[in-house]
């Protein structure tokens, strides 16, 4: 067991609603083509007797990404670590913008290109690598939704939220380096 690992916390909380709905037998969780993430769930799952369900596993990615903007469902993108992708330029859009771009990046790369209303957030660069760099969109308050209520747009200005991007130094080790702490450093753009 890793404190502050998200299994781990997703082991707490369904242990919780277990005892408050004995009745929960099965877990679907969104895997699609990664074994870790998968087998993460599966193994959570065994500890808690409970079934592991992933109906998207081993599904087309391009196939799910275009079922899911033609159906209407408003996904942000809050994680970038591709080569193509930027995070100040496509952290916080809508996959519905993003799709056109994430086709041509699977063409030319052969990159993944599968995909809550954040109310507010803060981007997290973890490292500005000029040919792959890498960014999170860390949440900070979200809300729910109805489907027929989100259809147009998920309420974020993102000219304006992007103003703030947050480095991580010590993200990337030299050969021979000993591991370093994070530490999140803010900077205005």
Same mark, same amino acid.
């Given at each position: 067991?890793?404190?502050?690992?998200?299994?781990? @916390?997703?082991?707490? !909380? *369904?242990? %919780?609603?277990? +005892?408050?709905?004995?009745?929960?037998? $099965? =877990?679907?969780s969104? /895997? #699609?083509?990664?074994?870790?993430?998968?087998?993460?769930?599966?193994?959570?799952?065994?500890?808690?007797?409970?079934?592991?369900?992933?109906?998207?596993?081993?599904? @087309?990615?391009?196939? !799910? *990404?275009? %079922?899911?903007? +033609?159906?209407?469902?408003?996904?942000? $993108? =809050?994680?970038?670590? /591709? #080569?193509?992708?930027?995070?100040s330029?496509?952290?916080?859009?809508?996959?519905?913008?993003?799709?056109p771009?994430?086709?041509?990046?699977?063409?030319?790369?052969?990159?993944?290109?599968?995909?809550?209303?954040?109310?507010?957030?803060?981007?997290?660069?973890?490292?500005?690598?000029?040919?792959?760099?890498?960014?999170?969109?860390?949440?900070?308050?979200?809300?729910?939704?109805?489907?027929?209520?989100?259809?147009?747009?998920?309420?974020?200005?993102?000219?304006?939220?992007?103003?703030?991007?947050?480095?991580?130094?010590?993200?990337?080790?030299?050969?021979?380096?000993?591991?370093?702490?994070?530490?999140?450093?803010?900077?205005?753009?």
């Open positions: 067991m890793t404190p502050g690992d998200e299994v781990e @916390d997703m082991f707490i !909380l *369904l242990n %919780e609603v277990k +005892r408050h709905i004995p009745f929960v037998t $099965a =877990v679907s969104g /895997a #699609i083509a990664f074994d870790y993430q998968r087998l993460r769930v599966e193994s959570l799952c065994s500890r808690l007797r409970i079934v592991s369900l992933a109906y998207l596993w081993k599904q @087309d990615q391009s196939f !799910l *990404l275009q %079922e899911m903007t +033609r159906n209407g469902i408003i996904a942000i $993108a =809050v994680k970038v670590a /591709a #080569i193509g992708l930027n995070p330029k496509h952290l916080g859009k809508e996959i519905a913008y993003l799709e771009h994430l086709h041509k990046l699977k063409e030319l790369y052969g990159i993944n290109n599968a995909r809550i209303v954040l109310d507010e957030f803060q981007i997290v660069l973890h490292s500005p690598d000029s040919i792959a760099p890498v960014g999170i969109l860390h949440p900070l308050a979200f809300h729910l939704e109805n489907k027929v209520e989100s259809i147009s747009s998920n309420g974020i200005d993102e000219a304006s939220n992007l103003d703030t991007v947050f480095e991580v130094e010590g993200d990337v080790q030299q050969e021979g380096e000993a591991a370093s702490e994070f530490v999140a450093k803010s900077s205005e753009r």
